[in-house]
Each structure stands twice: as C-alpha cells, then as structure tokens.
C-alpha cells in the first residue's frame, strides 16, 4: 500500500476516476510544490456513488452486526499495520510535523474504527412496560444513505470519526475528505479494498466542495449530512438539507477560552496552555486561542509563555525536533496574517511571532509562519470574535470569577474551554456556567471516546462520539405490543 500520482475515486468497491477525466493539483504546504492529482468529481461522481451505494444498503443494513464488526475491525488492522505509509501521506499533504501524524492522527483513525466496531455490538435500546396492559420496545434501524464531510486539519481523524459510526450502525456512506488533504482518505479506500468492506458500501468521492461537496449535500437520496467545516459553510449546508428534512450534524468553528487562575499548578498549565494554542499550528478546533489570567500572575504567565512560544521550532515536518510545520496553504497563511495586521490595527500588542519563518533549500516557499502572542485587545474586536485557526493566541488579565465566565462567554461561538485551578469547587461553578460544549479542567485535549462531542451556539448543531455517532445515524422507531 502507497500514494500514487493520480488519485481515483472509490467508487461501488473499485478506484475509479472523475467523469470528466479531469484533475486539481493537490499541494504539499511545507514545499508549495504540486505532489500528486485529485479528480475533480461533480454531481454525476457522487450520482455514481449514490447508486452503489443504494445497491449495497439492502445487504450491509441486515448484516449481522459481527460481520460489521469484523470488517471494521480488519481496516482498523490494516491502517495501524501501515502507521508509517499513512502517518507520511498525512504530513506530506497537510504540512503537520511527522511526530503529531505519528503519535496522534493514524492511531485515532484507526482506533475510530476500532472503538466502533466493538460499540455496535453494544448498542442497545430502551423498552417500556405498561403494567397489565402494553410492552413499548425502541428499533433504532439505519437511515440508508448517508453524506459524510470532514474537513483538512485532521485529515484522516476527522474523516474516521463519521465514518466508522455510519458503517456500523448498517448505513451505506458518501464522503468526501477535504481537496486540500485528500491522500489518507485515498489510501483508506485502498484499506478497505483488502479489508473485503462489500462493494457500495463506502464511497469516496474527491473534489471542490462547491461541485463535489454540494452535490453530496443536494442529493435527494442522501438522508443524513455529517459535516465538520467552517461556520459559513455549515450555514449554507443548513439551508439547503433542513428544508428537505435532512438530518443534521453540523462541528463547525470554535473561538475558546482558556481561563487560568492563580491556584493553578502553574508548571502543569504551562505545558499544556502551549500544546492547546499551538499544537497543530492552531489549527485545530478545539485550540484555546483566548487566554484569560487572573491579574495576580498575570506579568509571571507573560514573560514565561511567551518565552516558551519564542523556542518553539518552526519547519521541516519530517524533522524531530519540529514543534509547528507549514500551514495548510497559501491562501490560509495569507488569512492567519491578516488577522495579524488587523489585530495590531485594533490596538494590540505583538509580544512575539507574527511573522514568516525564512526556509532554505526545499521548504524555501513553504507555508511557515512564527506562533504569535497578541497583548491588549478588547473581547468585543475582530481579533477575538473571529476564528482564526493559526497559530495565533490573545492573551488578556481579569479580576473575578464573573469577569472571567463574561470574557469567556462574550462570543458567538461555544464549542470547547479550559479551566485551570485546584479549587475543585470553583471550577465546578464555571463550568456549569460556561457556554461550551466541552469543558476541560486541569487538562486539555484529554479525550474519551465515549463522550459525546459538540458546540453550542455558533459552533454547531448536535454531537458526534460515542452513543450519541450511534444515535444520529440510526432512526428510532418505537413498537408498541399490547397483551
């Protein structure tokens, strides 16, 4: 199993390409330089993939659920016994450092479709007894078709993660992984190939998500759209699937808080305030990038975490000592830097970073850029309303419980925060009162997959994880038998 030039689509069991014949190059950031061809897949593609997939539904959604379970588990197999093929696709397409696709993206993918695999088979649902009278008992049936769309900062993670919950629960699948990072999700089709996954049963349909991505969505067969994106797009996806009764899940962006007190185990909170503004270059959703400190160590956080964010090594991602590789492109770095001018524009204060790293040789036109730590800025500027998704953090001092739960609630989104204090009462007060669909103290990124995930507000609609993936790919039907 390997990369080849010219990716194809997986479409009804075989790697087939785009209707038209037609490519787009696909870019590794760390060099700018094009690696390898995607299809350039529109409406007939995903048509294509419809159909095979209502073939194939009949058969996979009455399999038994040890059959299911076998074939997830053997590509959950094939993809850990590939970590090294899959973990360098992944960094070569998303400029992320080899240690983080190594250590974090194959083994969650694979562990998705392990994880759920075994869940099917503990799956269950509710009965209840009318006394002397009646038995009510709940049929959770797969809903048929499904759409599944997942965004380029955790290729593979994310992708996975709709996925394996969809084929579990007996549904035939359309996907499509993001065009910017489309190369794990063509080595996955060639998983599932020697994994025996019956034809039909997964589709993988390359492309631009304005022809691909929106054929996906505006296809009447397609029941359910799972998609994890930007907050504009999950808007437009809104509007288009709930008018056709669609069902809905919608991760989209976050802007979240990290709130550390002056309790805190400052060492410890160091270590990991740095990992969630930076790991990944910032581009991951659940990032803090508004830091709020309690005024006492105020000047102490400071000076320490901007010294710790000056040593980090910006470059070659295939290095190993390699703390941030290149951002996803040159269009996003061209965004990341604008929200740095314009925060300057609004009155802060650039402590360190803000600025492009100089490459040499290969990565000499790289898409790299210094971590940046941005001081003095109100909760009510651009600068932290507006997600960013780079390695770009704000930093700022409050006084009070109350100061910090209206800093961290002042925005429209509401999908992850942090809370940092060894006042076990205290952090139970905030965190019932924060505006957050998770809420991390004392840690963060600390993840189960048990749990269910998910923003409030802006940052989407429903939950992914655990039984609530089983739940939203399954229709609850209740049978009543009286006696």
């Given at each position: 199993?390997?990369?080849?030039?010219?990716?194809?689509?997986?479409?009804?069991?075989?790697?087939?390409?785009?209707?038209?014949?037609?490519?787009?190059?696909?870019?590794?950031?760390?060099?700018?330089?094009?690696?390898?061809?995607?299809p350039d897949s529109d409406e007939k593609d995903v048509e294509r993939a419809v159909e095979a997939a209502e073939r194939a539904f009949p058969e996979w959604s009455n399999a038994d659920i040890r059959t299911r379970f076998r074939i997830l588990t053997r590509i959950a197999d094939i993809i850990e016994q590939n970590l090294d093929v899959f973990s360098r696709a992944e960094s070569i397409d998303s400029g992320k450092p080899i240690?983080?696709?190594?250590?974090?993206?194959?083994?969650?993918?694979?562990?998705?479709?392990?994880?759920?695999?075994?869940?099917?088979?503990?799956?269950?649902?509710?009965?209840?007894?009318?006394?002397?009278?009646?038995?009510?008992?709940?049929?959770?049936?797969?809903?048929?078709?499904?759409g599944c769309i997942s965004p380029w900062n955790l290729p593979l993670y994310l992708f996975s993660w709709k996925i394996a919950?969809?084929?579990?629960?007996?549904?035939?699948v359309v996907a499509k992984p993001s065009e910017m990072t489309p190369m794990t999700a063509y080595l996955l089709s060639k998983a599932c190939i020697e994994a025996g996954l019956p034809k039909g049963v997964?589709?993988?349909?390359?492309?631009?998500?304005?022809?691909?991505?929106?054929?996906?969505?505006?296809?009447?067969?397609?029941?359910?759209?799972?998609?994890?994106?930007?907050?504009?797009?999950?808007?437009?996806?809104?509007?288009?699937?709930?008018?056709?009764?669609?069902?809905?899940?919608?991760?989209?962006?976050?802007?979240?808080?990290?709130?550390?007190?002056?309790?805190?185990?400052?060492?410890?909170?160091?270590?990991?305030?740095?990992?969630?503004?930076?790991?990944?270059?910032?581009?991951?959703?659940?990032?803090?990038?508004r830091i709020y400190i309690e005024r006492p160590i105020y000047e102490r956080f400071k000076d320490e975490f901007v010294?710790?964010?000056?040593?980090?090594?910006?470059?070659?991602?295939?290095?190993?000592v390699t703390d941030l590789g290149a951002l996803v492109s040159q269009q996003h770095k061209e965004k990341v830097m604008s929200y740095i001018s314009l925060a300057e524009v609004e009155g802060g204060t650039i402590l360190c970073g803000g600025k492009e790293v100089e490459m040499q040789g290969d990565y000499e036109n790289g898409y790299f850029l210094r971590p940046t730590v941005i001081e003095g800025l109100p909760i009510d500027c651009r600068t932290n309303q507006e997600?960013?998704?780079?390695?770009?953090?704000?930093?700022?001092?409050?006084?009070?419980?109350?100061?910090?739960?209206?800093?961290?609630?002042g925005t429209a989104y509401g999908l992850s925060a942090t809370v940092w204090t060894k006042n076990i009462a205290k952090a139970n007060r905030i965190a019932e009162r924060l505006q957050a669909g998770i809420v991390w103290i004392n840690c963060w990124m600390v993840r189960d997959l048990r749990t269910p995930f998910g923003g409030m507000k802006s940052s989407g609609v429903g939950r992914e994880g655990g039984l609530e993936a089983l739940r939203f790919f399954t229709e609850p039907k209740n049978v009543c038998i009286r006696y």
């Open positions: 199993m390997g990369p080849d030039k010219y990716l194809k689509n997986y479409i009804d069991g075989a790697l087939v390409p785009a209707v038209s014949g037609e490519y787009l190059d696909n870019i590794t950031p760390a060099t700018a330089k094009v690696y390898s061809f995607i240690s983080m696709s190594k250590s974090v993206d194959i083994p969650r993918s694979q562990a998705n479709f392990r994880f759920f695999a075994t869940a099917i088979l503990h799956f269950s649902s509710e009965s209840h007894h009318i006394p002397s009278e009646a038995i009510n008992f709940t049929l959770r049936q797969p809903i048929g078709v499904v919950p969809a084929l579990a629960t007996g549904n035939c997964l589709n993988i349909v390359h492309g631009l998500g304005g022809k691909a991505g929106q054929a996906i969505v505006d296809n009447p067969k397609i029941k359910a759209i799972s998609f994890t994106g930007g907050t504009n797009t999950g808007k437009k996806i809104a509007a288009i699937a709930a008018p056709a009764f669609k069902k809905l899940s919608l991760e989209l962006g976050g802007k979240n808080p990290n709130i550390i007190f002056a309790d805190c185990d400052f060492d410890q909170m160091m270590v990991d305030t740095l990992r969630s503004s930076f790991s990944n270059n910032g581009q991951i959703c659940l990032c803090g990038s010294k710790r964010t000056s040593f980090l090594k910006v470059g070659d991602p295939f290095s190993s997600e960013i998704f780079g390695p770009v953090v704000t930093i700022a001092p409050f006084d009070t419980e109350e100061e910090a739960i209206a800093l961290a609630n």
